[in-house]
């Protein structure tokens, strides 16, 4: 169900201090070959799953839109130079993860209007039975995020690849213990020090959405810092 994302939400030190947290048990890195990482806006992959990502070592990528809807009343960057900014961010943040050689598979959607049969049908192309499929959660929050995963959820069930969802809004509007989040499902992936720093310099890529385009309110900054410190912890979480 769409949850409102409005206000400063949960802070971090809330979830940190929760002591279920550590207690989910750690995900098993053995995927017999590159996951698929689905992202309904270029970052949301970096912010949910960048350090599995940098440990793996290789990933493909899915940009289901290039995130042109950001900033809608933006009075610096017109729509189509947002895609091109975006997309550009995906790419420099994939290759400070190590990343070069990922296949991006960019689908083109319009940011804020998934067509969710179309996504289901391109992931299917792209799955085998067994592989990983990195995607966000279905009860996300936003729209795209649902739309995504239920999307993800329909292509490995049909494909027999297997679903790994990650949240990332769900930081924003639930707190600690909500009973609508599936925490049974919850599972730790422990950073490096060296997956911690590759992370936050991939986060550092987009500075269309961590930083302010301009002084307008228009302009502001899509993930100010007490959202960001959401995507700083030593591990990353996704519900098998
Ligand atoms: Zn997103």
Do not use: N
């Not at 947002?82 to 420099?92: D, Q, S, W």
């Amino acid at each position: 169900m769409v949850k409102p994302i409005v206000d400063e939400g949960t802070p971090e030190q809330r979830w940190r201090a929760w002591p279920a947290m550590s207690a989910w048990p750690p995900l098993a890195l053995d995927p017999a070959e590159p996951p698929l990482v689905v992202a309904p806006h270029p970052d949301d992959e970096i912010l949910g799953v960048a350090g599995l990502m940098a440990m793996l070592g290789r990933a493909d990528l899915v940009a289901v839109t290039d995130g042109e809807a950001s900033h809608p009343h933006s009075t610096v960057h017109s729509p189509t130079e947002l895609a091109a900014i975006r997309r550009a961010e995906t790419t420099e943040a994939l290759s400070r993860l190590g990343l070069r050689g990922t296949a991006v598979h960019r689908l083109g959607q319009p940011d804020g209007d998934i067509h969710e049969s179309i996504v289901t049908k391109e992931l299917t192309a792209l799955l085998t039975p067994g592989r990983w499929c990195l995607s966000t959660w279905r009860e996300d929050g936003h729209p795209d995020h649902e739309a995504v995963g239920r999307a993800a959820a329909a292509a490995c069930a049909a494909t027999g690849a297997r679903l790994l969802e990650y949240p990332i809004w769900t930081w924003h509007w639930a707190a600690p213990g909500d009973p609508a989040v599936p925490w049974h499902r919850a599972r730790r992936i422990e950073l490096t020090a060296e997956a911690r720093f590759a992370k936050a310099a991939a986060i550092a890529a987009f500075p269309s959405q961590i930083a302010a385009l301009g002084p307008a309110e228009a302009d502001a900054a899509i993930l100010p810092p007490h959202v960001l410190a959401r995507f700083t912890r030593p591990f990353e979480v996704v519900f098998t």
